[in-house]
């Protein structure tokens, strides 16, 4: 494998700012209140696990708990998840989105699909899944 050039970087660099500046989701959901990146992916993440633990966000975004519990912390001032004791074990917590977090995280859901259908609408079918398994294939090595 070969190191990227300078030029290559420099071109990537100009390439994310303009991707950045067009495709920004805090600008897809209008006028309300944004939510930070990790309030969103642990909001994201509860929609999807509903009962999960603070300890499931946790080892899904590769963080400290303690990150987590200041996310859900927010979350929860804010009216968007609830938590409540297990019943086998009062240590245990177990999250729900509020009605108000359902609609906040079908919200971003939308949002997302939006951006990423703007952002394949240019390509063709074949580069539309090239672009795909590329970025797959960033995401997925391990440094």
Same mark, same amino acid.
């Given at each position: 494998?070969?190191?990227?050039?300078?030029? =290559?970087?420099?071109?990537? $660099? #100009?390439?994310? &700012?303009?991707?950045? !500046? %067009? +495709?920004?989701? #805090? &600008?897809?959901?209008?006028?309300?209140?944004?939510?930070?990146?990790?309030?969103? =992916? /642990?909001?994201? +993440?509860?929609?999807?696990?509903? $009962?999960? $633990?603070?300890?499931?966000? #946790? %080892?899904?975004?590769?963080?400290?708990?303690?990150?987590?519990?200041?996310?859900?912390? *927010?979350? /929860?001032?804010?009216?968007?998840?609830?938590?409540? *004791?297990?019943?086998?074990?009062?240590?245990?917590? /177990?999250?729900?989105?509020?009605? =108000?977090? %359902?609609? !906040?995280?079908?919200?971003?859901?939308?949002?997302?699909? =939006?951006?990423? !259908? %703007?952002?394949?609408?240019?390509?063709? #079918?074949?580069? !539309?899944?090239?672009?795909? /398994?590329?970025?797959?294939?960033?995401?997925?090595?391990? +440094?």
């Amino acid at each position: 494998m070969t190191m990227p050039t300078d030029d =290559q970087l420099a071109r990537l $660099g #100009a390439a994310f &700012d303009a991707f950045t !500046r %067009r +495709y920004k989701l #805090a &600008d897809a959901l209008g006028a309300e209140k944004p939510l930070n990146e990790l309030d969103k =992916q /642990a909001l994201l +993440y509860v929609a999807q696990h509903p $009962g999960c $633990g603070p300890t499931d966000i #946790a %080892r899904f975004l590769d963080i400290p708990k303690t990150t987590v519990t200041s996310a859900t912390d *927010r979350l /929860a001032k804010r009216g968007l998840l609830e938590r409540s *004791r297990m019943e086998g074990d009062r240590r245990a917590v /177990a999250l729900q989105l509020t009605g =108000q977090g %359902r609609a !906040r995280a079908e919200d971003l859901l939308s949002a997302h699909r =939006q951006i990423n !259908r %703007r952002l394949l609408e240019p390509l063709t #079918a074949p580069e !539309r899944d090239q672009f795909i /398994a590329l970025i797959t294939k960033i995401v997925s090595h391990e +440094y």
